[in-house]
């Protein structure tokens, strides 16, 4: 999918449009349940904290997906490392290990949030 989708997507849709996008690359179950994980953790997000997604878009690339999540909300997540003892915060824990690296981009409309993962086992 090259494009941005529609506002409301739900957790359960951007699921089955990153299956859709990766099917056929050979990726293995680890790195797509990986993928999967972190699409519902930023979808998820968007709705919980920011009034719903604005825009959704997998990239697959060579060794690895980019997934874009935009919302409404200029507030950035809460970064690894807050106190257990405060409520939430822990999916963007999660998205922070499992991607390979993440980028914000905030402006007036909001904040996109693009999470790169591997789809290729780290040589050993």
Not at 105 to 117: E, F, M, N, P
């Amino acid at each position: 999918m090259t494009g941005p989708l529609e506002a409301g997507l739900r957790s359960v849709d951007a699921r089955q449009i990153v299956r859709e996008a990766l099917a056929g690359r050979g990726v293995g179950q680890r790195a797509l349940d990986d993928v999967l994980t972190v699409v519902a953790e930023l979808v998820t997000n968007a709705f919980r904290h920011a009034g719903g997604v604005t825009g959704f878009r997998v990239r697959p690339l060579p060794d690895a997906v980019a997934i874009e999540v935009s919302d409404a909300s200029s507030v950035l997540p809460r970064s690894p490392g807050t106190p257990v003892s405060a409520p939430g915060g822990f999916g963007w824990l999660l998205v922070t290990k499992l991607a390979r690296r993440t980028e914000i981009r905030s402006g007036r409309d909001g904040k996109t949030i693009t999470a790169y993962l591997p789809l290729a086992a780290p040589a050993t």
